[in-house]
């Protein structure tokens, strides 16, 4: 996969190990709520995470590094949310939060 190529690019590079670290991270949550959720229940929090994992792939290719590593954590975040509205019936009624409106 192209991005785990790019992720080991950033990693040899040593002061890149961190960011790249918080994005295979990101990208790993963003994989198990896809998984998880076949039916989308929970497509806005995962369509968020995708596209802030996607805007700290690109800060991490501009070398902006510390950048990267917030957006990443908030992908993350956001896979994380979708991951427990799927896993708890009860949150799939909830509306999302308002501190999730804010896109890339």
Known sequence: MFHRALLLTLALSGCALHAASHLIQSQDAVDRATALDPEDRALYER??????????????????????????????????????????????????????????
């Open 47 to 104: 369509t968020q995470a995708e596209l802030w994992l996607a805007e700290a792939r690109r800060e991490a290719a501009h070398s902006r590094y510390k950048s990267s590593v917030i957006l990443a954590e908030r992908a993350r975040e956001h896979a994380e949310r979708a991951i427990r509205r799927v896993s708890d019936p009860k949150a799939s009624e909830a509306v999302p939060s308002s501190e999730s409106a804010g896109a890339p």
